[in-house]
């Protein structure tokens, strides 16, 4: 299969798997697997530095609600499509 919109500058022959794969949308991003909890929470406290001991404990308290409820989006990759993205 010659694909019409990948060009292969590499001296790796590609397979129809990965082929598949690069033909997606440049917009196309594999889904989170987990939650970034940690992150979130570290970027939330970097927010919040300048904010009253009060207004913190709030913001704390909404994130810790949020994220107690969050669920990771539903996969947008096969098991196969992970594995190819990953060896390539």
């Known amino acids: ?3 019409k919109w ?3 500058l590499s001296s790796k022959d590609l397979n129809e798997n990965q082929l598949s794969i690069l033909e997606k949308d440049l917009k ?3 889904t989170p697997r987990k939650i970034p ?3 979130i929470v570290t970027e939330v406290e970097n927010a919040i530095i300048h904010l009253d001991e009060i207004n913190k404990a709030l913001v704390r308290t909404d994130v810790t609600n949020i ?3 969050a669920k990771p ?3 947008n990759m096969s098991k196969q499509e992970r594995m190819t993205l990953k060896d390539l």
């Open 1 to 3: 299969m010659k694909s």
């Open 67 to 69: 994220l107690r409820r």
């Open 37 to 39: 909890r940690m992150e």
């Open 6 to 8: 990948i060009v292969n």
């Open 28 to 30: 196309f991003a594999p």
């Open 73 to 75: 989006p539903k996969d």
